[in-house]
């Protein structure tokens, strides 16, 4: 969470109505400057945690989390989107049945000032060399997020989600994708994915990943 304060309580309580309840929340706020999220997230009620780190990035505050995280298998949510309530249950299920799968995803819908929906259907190697298939709220399991050292922490323009899918497939690690809309993917003017559609700010990540 970095400055949004406005909208985390939505996110942490989409984590709260899933139908699979063995969980924990933690929150890393990247060295918010807002006051009014600094003390919002001041507030949050046990048992979520909050970590506070200098700001660092997307990257750095996902691999943080992860570090201090005592599961077994992640997932990644941005403050401002929300988890379909049948997310982790459906998810865990592809892991449980398929120990071959190393991450799954899901389809998205879009709210805010855009309205759309997004059904990619192949997460290997050849599919994620043409475009980033899976989505960052996807689950990952330990392993396999350790293998490949979490995310890269330089990728702090974008593309750090899709950069951390193509090292998965790149060390053999399979994914799958529940073909249903799992995740509300939120899109405002000033969106992260928004912003990057500026050239000069898209084609540093797009060469990293190349």
């Known amino acids: 969470c970095f400055n949004h304060g406005a ?3 939505e996110a942490i309580d989409s984590v709260r109505s899933q139908s699979w309840q063995d969980f924990e929340i933690i929150v890393v706020d990247d060295g918010s400057t807002d006051s009014a999220t600094v003390d919002v997230l001041s507030r949050l009620p046990s048992p979520i945690r909050v970590l506070n780190t200098a700001n660092r990035g997307l990257p750095a505050a996902r691999n943080h989390a992860a570090a201090h995280a005592a599961g077994a298998v992640f997932c990644a949510l941005d ?6 309530p049948t997310w982790h249950e459906k998810g865990m299920r592809i892991l449980d049945q398929r120990p071959e799968v190393a991450f799954v995803s899901h389809w998205l819908e879009t709210f805010g000032d855009e309205h759309w929906t997004w059904k990619p259907e192949r997460c290997d190697l050849a599919s994620l060399l043409a475009r980033n298939t899976v989505n960052g709220a996807a689950l990952v399991r330990r392993d396999a ?3 490949v050292g979490g995310y890269d922490e330089t990728m ?3 593309c750090e989600d899709w950069d951390f899918w193509l090292r998965l497939v790149e060390h053999g690690f399979e994914g799958a994708i529940v073909p249903e809309v799992l995740f509300y993917y939120c ?3 000033d969106s992260m994915s928004r912003e990057m559609l500026e050239e000069a ?3 540093r990540p797009l060469e990293a990943l190349i």
């Open 156 to 158: 702090r323009d974008g």
């Open 7 to 9: 909208f985390i309580g």
């Open 79 to 84: 403050s401002d989107d929300k988890l379909a």
């Open 187 to 189: 899109r405002r003017h």
């Open 145 to 147: 997020f350790e293998a």
């Open 201 to 203: 700010r898209y084609r």
